[in-house]
């Protein structure tokens, strides 16, 4: 993955921690209708992006503790599918979701704000990746909202033309 060992860790962590509040402001104004929209039958609607989010929080929080207390520790897998279609993501809240998310970041920046650059260059070992030091972690938790992000937008802008579709037929 790309990663840039240069940049001031400050921005890194101001980034980080304002994650939860673009997928917030992307997601606070929407109809149920489009929260629950599927793309199609194997795409996430925005409502099981949101909960993915949240696990993929909780995996990065026990990947970072454990790449902080533990010497090279193996980080444990994240079967993403799996865990949307067992951990009941349709019967879930998604106001709650919002909710984790923010704590989560807060509480993991609470430990970053204290760490000393040879911390952030710990590392673990991914199941996939191989090697991926604390700092890879973090920045891929970045890009991973990111992306989320976008794919929200792109379901509203399909579930808009859905829409319009229906109404012109
Ligand atoms: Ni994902």
Request: aromatic share 6%; no cysteine.
């Amino acid at each position: 993955m790309t990663t840039d060992a240069n940049r001031p860790l400050e921005p890194l962590i101001a980034d980080y921690l304002r994650g939860p509040e673009k997928v917030a402001t992307l997601v606070s104004p929407l109809a149920e209708a489009l929260l629950n929209f599927r793309p199609a039958p194997d795409r996430w609607s925005i409502h099981e992006i949101l909960l993915h989010l949240v696990d993929f929080e909780l995996v990065t929080a026990v990947r970072m503790r454990k790449i902080l207390a533990e010497e090279r520790p193996a980080l444990p897998p994240f079967d993403q599918n799996a865990w949307a279609s067992r951990l009941h993501y349709l019967d879930r809240q998604w106001r709650r979701s919002m909710q984790d998310l923010r704590r989560l970041r807060e509480g993991n920046v609470e430990i970053l704000g204290h760490l000393s650059e040879a911390e952030w260059s710990r590392e673990g070992v991914h199941p996939e990746r191989g090697p991926i030091t604390l700092r890879q972690v973090i920045e891929r938790a970045i890009e991973h909202l990111d992306q989320h992000a976008r794919q929200m937008q792109e379901n509203q802008r399909l579930f808009e033309q859905q829409a319009r579709g229906v109404a012109q037929a």
